[in-house]
């Protein structure tokens, strides 16, 4: 308890702090010293999701800057610490899913770097512009029996494959635009928790997603629907196993998008109330 305390202490409510006052500021250049501020103490920590939470919930986040640092952090490994390189891996494959128009290939670097299989075969199914044959040809570190099994699936994975998956992708998109279109909140509370994924994204063009560990966590709670969803309160998803707060907050970020929120919040919305897409 006492290690757990300190960490929050000397770690974790710095980190928050900051992110509130990079949102909070309008001067560019105390922006620029905070986020700087923030990327020196993830580097030093070796924390990476730090940067990849700053990156998500501040916007005008400097990406490749960003990324630059991930970098840095990736560099201080050798291959003996296998967990915080499955860390810094996966990081790296949020980064090149959640944001665009931006240089993928250093991020691909970094994942081939680390020697993750799994965190390759992520790699390879999130990202469009995917070097397959290079990410192929990287050397992999195997801890365990079932990253054999990851390496395996990547080898049989085919460009074809990464074609069909992005066609997939626009199809998607359309859903989520034909599903948006003069749709009322009353509607929308009847979508499937996978449907309300889709729509989160297409809504913020990428900006915003519904990170896949709230999406689990509350899969595994029985929570299937967007109305199941609503009918929570802070209080209860918290009592869900790994979920935490920054989920939490993940969570409201998406159901902000379209006016909504958990329970205890207690906003109510007008029967005619409509969804557009500006």
Known sequence: MEKEINTYLNFIRPCKDLVMAAKNTKDPKEFNVIEQELINMAVDSERPHIMLDFATRVKGAHINKLVDALELIAKKFDGKDGSKRTLIAKAACEFASKFKNFDTQKL?????????PQAMLIFANSVDDVDLEKLKSAKMIFRHEYDKRWAKMLNDMSVDEILKRKQEKIQTKLRAEERLKNAKIEDLSKCTLEEFAELVEYKTAGKLTLDVRSYNCLKRDRINTLSDLISKTDDKLLKIRSFGRRLL????DCLNIFGL???DEEITLEEDTTLTLN
Do not use: E, H
């Open 261 to 263: 929120s958990l329970k």
């Open 249 to 252: 907050d993940n969570v409201k």
């Open 108 to 116: 691909q670097q970094i994942v081939m770097d680390m020697g993750r």
